[in-house]
């Protein structure tokens, strides 16, 4: 491929969080890539992986290549000669050339970036706490046009030698740069309002605030003549050199028009994509069946893949992991896509935002005589494909209603349904106002009872976990609302929630997509979940009260635990400046730790068969109101092995939380009663130091490091007073320090590589205990004792 000109701008929105009606974030937050220039180059952030490191795979290469195995990341862009990407958490921007020799262009703590583009030449970010564009490469002249350190925005996105942004005050759009397109591009623009942007070699397209496709610029080769421009009938956009391309909203397949009409949809006409990415004169796709990468177009001439077949990419997300809250909810399979690093935020449906209007009025393209018949043609076969569905799906669900009690009195509802509560002082109404009568009301309690009195212990739900109607839990949550999430477990979202009958409880609702493959191979995680908590009944594991399995809806409903996730109390922003809270002293951390290993102690030992969690981390471990610490989350569990050795392996596939899983388990899939061990051993140091289990350090220019390696080598070196939480303070008098020393040596004995290495549990509660005990003993000393540290 020989290098033009004027190049492309990769830039392809995949997710959009709509904030409040119109304004979007939108532009640049893509997990695809395109590199043009030389041999073309495609790459993405792979999915399902405890990191979410970058893969490439170039036409001279028959394999993808790792890209920073060891370093997860957030969004990526590629250009002319090179590719871009932000680093997770937004801290720091790489850039690699062709060679993939990486250069670093960005770090900065406190002024996080949220998007990245680039075209030939610029590339640029915006920044999360002032909403400013920078920019890097490009002339001296290109990075004196940039917009004033004034002017924000919600969507940027860069092509030849310009770039355009979307300010978040008007929703107008601004360009700058060295090329006499971009002010041409922004006078064509005036004053119409745009949600998001995407550039091209040198023109650029966006959604307007009542959902059109505006397109501006060049139009040499019909890159600006939309073939159907429907109000909300795209979410997607990638603009080569020549071409656009769109993503339909309404079953995810790509049009492209412009390049003199070579593009050929005959590749993607009944495929289904999440995200689209441009070349020169290419376009390559995330495909929504499997995740994988096809291109197309006169330019795609590979020796190696043809036109429409897949690349030797792994599976690649379909969007940014992301730490903050979806507006729009959450992708299906996210937290699996995600490895619990995050979640993938769910593209907004902007058509329910608003009601179409008039299309906007463009620049006069020439057009043949056929081509406003063709369009109208395709306009009124996409009105009479929507009625169709539309009347369908009205037929359907009047069926619906009345087979599912609306004349026969049944009362279950299952997600396809999903009922809207009004007000939660008024669960007993549905938002038709229509209040439920006495006799349902009688109904629904007796079948209620006649479940429990079936279910017994033959039944894979024991008999003392209630069965819920659906609609009472959501109900009991106010619809399932935002307001009411505390939190994410192994296979969906957790709210808090109150009973009917007074019961504060918390809800765990799985995830209605398709589960991932992990799941389907022995269990689910809610069949895991509610298998292991109906029989298991300890102080200090989390009580399930009952379930829900309605259709496609699986629900589990706990005891609720009125002080949070331990998690929260060492790492919540709103405490890491707090020396008041109760958690801040060593003898409740101590408690807390001891009550935790209590209840790993019972799954070990006492539970038959033994039982291995998989997945013990600090969000895991919840303190009630008596602030007793419990286990919870057992979607990862697996019953152990029913030999009385404290050290039995089996080979089973990792899983678990970056940061937690145990190296041992996660390199050979060896998991062991040991692996819990290990979990626990950074819950200790967790309590120890106040830090994650990954956290950046400032010493090393913000790289990630791991708990276990800031804490391990002070603990060996009897420097341990350097690394205690200092919310907490030093600890006095001597049988504190004795314990805080005891608690520290056993964490770094339950940390080691090898887990023949470490302790047991019942070791580990053994000096815990003694650990405590100290701070009721002010006449003796611990050390008097043997430390328990019994290795296979």
């Given at each position: 491929m020989t290098t033009p000109a004027a190049a492309v701008s990769t830039v392809v929105v995949t997710l959009v969080n709509i904030f409040i009606y119109v304004q979007a974030l939108g532009g640049s937050a893509t997990t695809l890539a395109v590199v043009y220039g030389g041999a073309a180059t495609v790459c993405g952030i792979v999915a399902n992986q405890p990191i979410?490191?970058?893969?490439?795979?170039?036409?001279?290469?028959?394999?993808?290549?790792?890209?920073?195995?060891?370093?997860?990341?957030?969004?990526?862009?590629?250009?002319?000669?090179?590719?871009?990407?932000?680093?997770?958490?937004?801290?720091?921007?790489?850039?690699?050339?062709?060679?993939?020799?990486?250069?670093?262009?960005?770090?900065?703590?406190?002024?996080?970036?949220?998007?990245?583009?680039?075209?030939?030449?610029?590339?640029?970010?915006?920044?999360?706490?002032?909403?400013?564009?920078?920019?890097?490469?490009?002339?001296?002249?290109?990075?004196?046009?940039?917009?004033?350190?004034s002017s924000q925005f919600i969507a940027i996105s860069s092509g030849s030698k310009f770039s355009c942004g979307v300010l978040e005050s008007s929703n107008r759009v601004v360009c700058w740069g060295n090329s006499d397109i971009a002010s041409t591009i922004q006078s064509e623009f005036g004053n119409d309002t745009m949600m998001n942007i995407y550039a091209g070699g040198r023109h650029a397209c966006g959604m307007n605030t009542t959902g059109f496709l505006i397109c501006r610029g060049d139009n040499n080769n019909g890159q600006l003549d939309v073939p159907s421009n429907l109000s909300y009938e795209y979410f997607g956009l990638a603009l080569g050199m020549n071409h656009t391309c769109g993503i339909r909203s309404v079953n995810h397949t790509v049009v492209c028009w412009g390049g003199n009409g070579a593009f050929s949809s005959n590749v993607?006409?009944?495929?289904?994509?999440?995200?689209?990415?441009?070349?020169?004169?290419?376009?390559?796709?995330?495909?929504?069946?499997?995740?994988?990468?096809?291109?197309?177009?006169?330019?795609?001439?590979?020796?190696?893949?043809?036109?429409?077949?897949?690349?030797?990419?792994?599976?690649?997300?379909?969007?940014?992991?992301?730490?903050?809250?979806?507006?729009?909810?959450?992708?299906?399979?996210?937290?699996?896509?995600?490895?619990?690093?995050?979640?993938?935020?769910?593209?907004?449906?902007?058509?329910?935002?608003?009601?179409?209007?008039?299309?906007?009025?463009?620049?006069?393209?020439?057009?043949s005589p056929s081509s406003p018949s063709r369009r109208l043609r395709r306009g009124l076969l996409a009105f009479a494909i929507v009625g169709s569905v539309g009347t369908f799906a009205g037929i359907c669900s009047i069926i619906y209603f009345l087979w599912t009690g609306g004349c026969f009195g049944k009362k279950k509802v299952h997600n396809s349904v999903q009922p809207t509560i009004t007000a939660t002082s008024n669960v007993g109404q549905l938002s038709s106002g229509s209040p439920v009568s006495r006799s349902s009301t009688l109904r629904r309690q007796g079948s209620r009872l006649m479940r429990r009195q079936r279910s017994g212990t033959s039944s894979k739900h024991a008999d003392r976990a209630e069965e819920f109607l659906f609609t009472d839990l959501a109900a009991a949550t106010n619809n399932f609302s935002l307001e009411n999430k505390i939190g994410a477990g192994s296979f969906g979202i957790v709210y808090k929630g109150k009973l009917p009958d007074g019961r504060e409880v918390a809800i765990k609702r799985g995830e209605t997509g398709t589960r991932m493959k992990k799941f389907q191979e022995k269990e689910s995680a809610f069949d895991s979940e509610l298998s292991f908590l109906s029989r298991l009944h300890h102080k200090h594991l989390v009580r399930l009260v009952g379930y829900c399995e309605e259709k496609d809806e699986r629900l589990?409903?706990?005891?609720?635990?009125?002080?949070?996730?331990?998690?929260?109390?060492?790492?919540?922003?709103n405490n890491v400046e707090k020396s008041s809270s109760i958690v801040n002293s060593w003898k409740m951390r101590i408690k807390i730790a001891l009550d935790a290993a209590r209840g790993i102690e019972y799954l070990h030992n006492y539970a038959v068969p033994p039982i291995i969690h998989r997945d013990i981390k600090s969000s895991n471990i919840l303190i009630d109101a008596n602030w007793i610490a419990r286990v919870s989350d057992f979607g990862?569990?697996?019953?152990?092995?029913?030999?009385?050795?404290?050290?039995?392996?089996?080979?089973?596939?990792?899983?678990?939380?970056?940061?937690?899983?145990?190296?041992?388990?996660y390199g050979l899939n060896v998991l062991t009663a040991k692996s819990d061990v290990y979990g626990l051993g950074v819950v200790l140091l967790e309590l120890l130091t106040?830090?994650?289990?990954?956290?950046?350090?400032?010493?090393?220019?913000?790289?990630?490091?791991?708990?276990?390696?800031?804490?391990?080598?002070?603990?060996?070196?009897?420097?341990?007073?350097?690394?205690?939480?200092?919310?907490?303070?030093?600890?006095?008098?001597?049988?504190?320090?004795?314990?805080?020393?005891l608690v520290a040596y056993t964490a770094m004995h339950c940390v080691h590589l090898e887990g023949k290495d470490r302790p047991t549990i019942s070791d580990i509660v053994s000096n815990l205990e003694r650990a405590l005990a100290a701070f009721d003993d002010s006449h003796g000393s611990i050390s008097s004792g043997p430390i328990s540290f019994v290795s296979d």
């Open positions: 979410q490191r970058i893969q490439c795979w170039r036409d001279d290469q028959s394999t993808a290549t790792p890209i920073s195995p060891d370093v997860s990341f957030d969004f990526i862009a590629g250009g002319l000669d090179g590719f871009a990407a932000v680093r997770s958490g937004g801290f720091s921007l790489l850039y690699w050339n062709t060679s993939f020799v990486p250069k670093r262009l960005y770090l900065n703590n406190s002024n996080l970036l949220t998007t990245v583009t680039m075209g030939d030449a610029p590339i640029c970010a915006i920044t999360n706490s002032t909403r400013n564009a920078v920019c890097w490469r490009g002339d001296s002249s290109f990075t004196s046009q940039q917009p004033n350190g993607t006409e009944e495929v289904s994509f999440e995200s689209i990415a441009a070349g020169l004169d290419f376009t390559c796709g995330l495909t929504t069946s499997n995740f994988s990468v096809v291109c197309w177009g006169p330019g795609w001439t590979s020796n190696m893949y043809a036109q429409g077949a897949a690349l030797p990419l792994p599976m690649i997300l379909p969007g940014p992991c992301v730490q903050s809250n979806c507006t729009c909810g959450i992708y299906p399979q996210s937290q699996n896509l995600c490895f619990g690093n995050g979640n993938i935020c769910r593209p907004c449906d902007f058509s329910i935002l608003a009601p179409p209007t008039s299309p906007p009025s463009l620049p006069p393209p020439p057009l589990l409903v706990y005891e609720y635990m009125k002080n949070g996730a331990l998690f929260d109390h060492l790492h919540d922003k990862l569990s697996l019953m152990g092995p029913e030999s009385n050795r404290d050290y039995s392996s089996r080979p089973v596939k990792a899983a678990g939380t970056v940061g937690y899983i145990d190296p041992e388990y106040g830090k994650r289990a990954i956290f950046k350090t400032e010493e090393n220019g913000g790289a990630p490091m791991s708990v276990v390696d800031f804490g391990v080598p002070a603990i060996m070196a009897g420097e341990l007073t350097k690394i205690l939480d200092n919310r907490v303070g030093p600890p006095e008098p001597s049988e504190e320090v004795e314990a805080v020393e």
